[in-house]
């Protein structure tokens, strides 16, 4: 079997990737960057000169050749929507789930958190009223109503979810344009923990309860913080110092900050291959780690940063704030990674339609906080041509 070609199409603004054979199997993979907008088609199809002809199925041998292109920061979405859709086409070509090929799976269900954001707009006249423990406490409510039974929420405070940047008052810095990083006042640390306390209210210890806060506190500021959050039992405190967008990781900021609390510290959603962890893991700078596999190089890639994260005692709880055809992906990744696995993230809570474009796949995909993982070759879906199209932005064609 070779490869014949590389594709990409345009979905709700990911990238929806496919790689095609000369014995008629494709396999699919996403590239997303966020808040960033949709990946240039040309950052993707840079990487096809050096994969056509190659065997889809040695899948390592064909990464061996893109590996150098990816980076931290989003720079790796290329190489790794590349890496899932070789993982599907080899999973289609033995007739096997991908789960199979990794190692064979642990779990049945997979466990899977609800990206929540900020809180209500209580007023829409004001702004602020986003940031209230009220407000927080509202969509709390309404997550748990939701039929989709989440045992694990994560909400944004801080500089995530422009809580401090809307909120007067809440850092010293005045100039909060992008990236933002300030210290945090007095008011603003009695707001986060005003804003937890709220949520815990409602959530109680029947769900576990995540915060996003980065990034761009301070190191003392973020000590603070955890500190106070320490009665919560949170789940974990999230990327305090970077996020996403910012290509390096302060491993020393994050070993003080760790060694200060007892609240669980996660990051790593920005980091590319398992060399970029090594350092994190290995000093034990963190108590959770996030590959997300659209950013760290693919579906083994993310495997590997879990299994050598599970030999130092560190959790792992993959980040994914990407589309459907990642989400199912991310089902076979965690049924095979450690019993250091906690959730992996899901950020369509709110579109009953996120799945159209999928085929093939049995629904609903998540059923009491948790994903069923299929038994089906490959990924186990097959796109959804006629809804996909109708999706497609104009000008764009599908897969042509």
């Not at 990236?179 to 959530?203: C, D, F, N, R, W």
């Not at 019993?339 to 093939?360: M, T, V």
């Amino acid at each position: 079997m070779k490869i014949t070609d590389l594709r990409a199409i345009t979905i709700d603004g990911s990238k929806i990737v496919r790689v095609d054979t000369d014995e008629g199997i494709h396999g699919y993979g996403e590239a997303n960057w966020g808040a960033k907008g949709p990946v240039p088609r040309d950052f993707i199809l840079a990487l096809k000169p050096m994969i056509l002809g190659h065997d889809p199925t040695n899948v390592e041998e064909v990464m061996i050749q893109i590996r150098h292109m990816g980076g931290n920061a989003h720079m790796g979405v290329s190489v790794s929507a590349v890496a899932t859709a070789l993982w599907d086409i080899a999973g289609k070509a033995a007739g096997l789930p991908v789960y199979k090929l990794l190692g064979g799976k642990i779990r049945d269900r997979v466990r899977i958190y609800c990206d929540t954001g900020g809180g209500v707009l209580l007023d829409p006249k004001d702004p602020t009223s986003r940031y209230t423990p009220e407000a927080y406490a509202e969509k709390a409510r309404r997550r748990k109503a939701m039929r989709d039974g989440y045992t694990v929420m994560k909400f944004d405070i801080g500089f995530h979810g422009q809580h401090f940047k809307t909120v007067p008052g809440m850092v010293w810095e005045t100039n909060l344009s992008y990236p933002y990083q300030g210290h945090a006042t007095e008011k603003g640390l009695k707001s986060q923990v005003a804003i937890v306390e709220a949520l815990k209210g409602v959530l109680g210890d029947e769900i576990g309860l995540a915060i996003d806060c980065g990034p761009g506190q301070s190191l003392s500021a973020i000590m603070t913080l955890a500190k106070a959050l320490e009665p919560y039992n949170l789940a974990w405190l999230e990327d305090p110092f970077e996020g996403a967008d910012i290509p390096h990781v302060n491993v020393e900021a994050y070993r003080l900050l760790s060694a200060s609390t007892t609240t669980p510290i996660l990051t790593g959603e920005q980091i590319y291959s398992r060399h970029g962890y090594r350092e994190l893991i290995e000093r034990h700078a963190v108590d959770v780690v996030s590959p997300d596999i659209q950013d760290v190089g693919g579906p083994a890639e993310s495997k590997w940063v879990a299994e050598h994260a599970d030999l130092y005692n560190i959790l792992c709880a993959p980040h994914n704030a990407n589309h459907a055809v990642s989400f199912v992906a991310n089902l076979h990744v965690a049924a095979v990674m450690p019993r250091n696995y906690i959730a992996f993230e899901f950020h369509q809570a709110e579109d009953p339609n996120w799945d159209s474009i999928l085929a093939g796949v049995d629904r609903p995909l998540i059923r009491d906080g948790f994903g069923i993982v299929s038994d089906k070759p490959g990924f186990g879906f097959e796109l959804n041509e006629e809804v996909v199209r109708q999706k497609l932005p104009p000008g764009e064609t599908y897969f042509e």
